[in-house]
């Protein structure tokens, strides 16, 4: 079994940045994922890395503002939220597939508990 534990969400203002953090239980060489679920949509995936680091994809409406990252060494994945608009206002989610990155969530076996961001105009 593995934990995932995001932090870093709260208030911002539009334009500002945020970092999340998302810490595993213990090592685990996976494909880590970001979704967010904004009120009254469904879950939606926003960027994804390979379990070395060196391979990474987003969704479109993140693409140039975000950027995601990794320490193994420190069981962590990191998201960097830059420009944001009120439209990125949403619960975020850190999860882990052991087979490998992917933009479903149905590829992934572990998911943390979410951390609220929200992004006042």
């Known amino acids: 079994q593995v934990q995932l534990v995001e932090s870093g969400g709260g208030l911002v203002q539009a334009g500002g940045s945020l970092r999340l953090s998302c810490a595993a239980s213990?090592?685990?060489?996976?494909?880590m994922g970001w979704f967010r679920q904004a009120p009254g949509k469904e879950r939606e995936f926003v960027t994804a890395i390979n379990w070395k680091g060196d391979n990474t994809y987003y969704a479109d409406s993140v693409k140039g503002r975000f950027t995601i990252s990794r320490d193994n060494a420190k069981n962590t994945v990191y998201l960097q939220m830059n420009s944001l608009k009120p439209e990125d206002t949403a619960v975020y989610y850190c999860?882990?597939?052991?087979?490998?990155?992917?933009?479903?969530?149905?590829?992934?076996?572990?998911w943390g508990q979410g951390t609220q961001v929200t992004v006042s105009s």
């Open positions: 213990r090592r685990i060489l996976y494909g």
């Open positions: 999860a882990a597939a052991s087979a490998g990155w992917a933009v479903s969530e149905l590829e992934y076996e572990y």
